[in-house]
């Protein structure tokens, strides 16, 4: 890793408004705004102290960072993916997904709507913030239902997990809309989930 580079936040490809009424602008806007890039701000900040803590022979500075960089960095990397995640219903959010990415979750789940029952009974489960995935493990070549406790990103429930879809659950990501009713607003983020990107993150890494 370079460690003189720091991370930005990425724009949105489309704008605040644009998951409205899934997800309010004033959500959207203060999620990425603010709470993203808080995540960026805080891991460029430990980064720049980590570089000085190796310079210096610093082992219990190293330490220390740890917990900082796990966090921030597992905030933007996730918060990367969430984004992509994503989409107007006017570009194709909610439309269900066809192909290979398809017939493996009537394979595996039975059928679409019992994946979403089971990610929707994850999320709503969770206790405290967190995330719900939707994975594929590359190696056996299966999709799973995971989650992870606050900025875990996907790859600490196990390296050869890669992401398909994934949904906030922080109370960030829907308090001011929602409020405490999270099984609402689980519900209704299905009206704007990409499946075209999953599709293509499953295409590629599970190939032919």
Known sequence: MDLTKNLTLPELPYGYEALEPAISGEIMRLHHQKHHQAYVTNFNKALQQLTAAVADGDTSGVVMLQSALKF???GHINHSIFWKNLAPVSEGGGVP??????????????SLEALIQKMN????ALQGSGWVWLALDKESK????ETTANQDPIVTKGPTLV????????EHAYYLQYKNVRPDYLKNIWNVMNWNYASAVYDKECPN
Do not use: C, M, Y
């Open 72 to 74: 921030n960095g597992g």
């Open 97 to 110: 997904p066809k192909g290979r990415l398809g017939i493996a979750i009537d394979e595996q789940f039975g």
């Open 121 to 124: 009974t994850h999320g709503a």
């Open 142 to 145: 299966r999709i799973s239902v």
């Open 163 to 170: 992401a398909l879809l994934s949904i906030d659950v922080w």
